[in-house]
T-cell receptor, first 112, second 113 residues
Framework: GAGVSQTPSNKVTEKGKYVELRCDPI?????LYWYRQSLGQGPEFLIY????????DSGLPNDRFFAVRPEGSVSTLKIQRTERGDSAVYLC??????????FGPGTRLTVL | AQSVTQLDSQVPVFEEAPVELRCNYS??????LFWYVQYPNQGLQLLLK??????LVKGINGFEAEFNKSQTSFHLRKPSVHISDTAEYFC???????????FGKGTKLTVNP
């Protein structure tokens, strides 16, 4: 079946702009996660949804970052007033039983 | 806070040689352990996982890992590597009661002919 999909695959924006990154989880997966992977590093947790609600947003670096999952399926990660330090690959994962997370291909964000 | 250490950032090896990629984690409480592989410009693919039971876990592509609670380690092994195993490998831990994965910094495995 279809895996986790993320759009766009690449996003180039200018400093100060607003961006939205989209994640489509595996059908039926109730848990959805966002991670950020900087160059040469492992992924770092940002936020976790169980259904429509954000169950843990402790990894969001500041209030410029926000994520929603209004219908318990697709999620959007929103970044306001982007900074060059936000450049990274943003990974989405989904899970059925909260024990194994399946990752999408990621969105590479470049802030010029 | 939970942490994961992958001591080797790069491991070069010749084709058909054995390889071990090391992973240590900080917590001694109940954890789930994972190895993921990331091929160039791709997302993370699950190689294998330890949730409970047998400490020797077999995964895809001929990889296996052994959970050692006393040493808080979960080293990844393969008896004979192929060129196609060239990729970056990430060890991750999921502590009971927390839904997030904590990843190591990764080990870049390069298999040379």
């Amino acid at each position: 079946g279809a895996g986790v999909s993320q759009t766009p695959s690449n996003k180039v924006t200018e400093k100060g702009k607003y961006v939205e990154l989209r994640c489509d989880p595996i059908s039926g997966h109730t848990a959805l996660y966002w991670y950020r992977q900087s160059l040469g590093q492992g992924p770092e947790f940002l936020i976790y949804f169980q259904g429509t609600g954000a169950a843990d947003d402790s990894g969001l670096p500041n209030d410029r970052f926000f994520a929603v999952r209004p219908e318990g399926s697709v999620s959007t990660l929103k970044i306001q007033r982007t900074e060059r330090g936000d450049s990274a690959v943003y990974l989405c994962a989904s899970s059925l039983n909260q024990d194994t997370q399946y990752f999408g291909p990621g969105t590479r964000l470049t802030v010029l | 806070a939970q942490s994961v250490t992958q001591l080797d950032s790069q491991v070069p090896v010749f084709e058909e040689a054995p390889v071990e990629l090391r992973c240590n984690y900080s917590s001694s409480v109940s954890v789930y352990l994972f190895w993921y592989v990331q091929y160039p410009n791709q997302g993370l693919q699950l190689l294998l996982k330890y949730l409970s039971g047998s400490t020797l876990v077999k995964g895809i592509n001929g990889f296996e890992a052994e959970f050692n609670k006393s040493q808080t380690s979960f080293h990844l092994r393969k008896p004979s590597v192929h060129i196609s195993d060239t990729a970056e490998y990430f060890c991750a831990v999921h502590q009971g009661g927390s839904e997030k994965l904590v990843f190591g910094k990764g080990t870049k495995l390069t298999v040379n002919p």
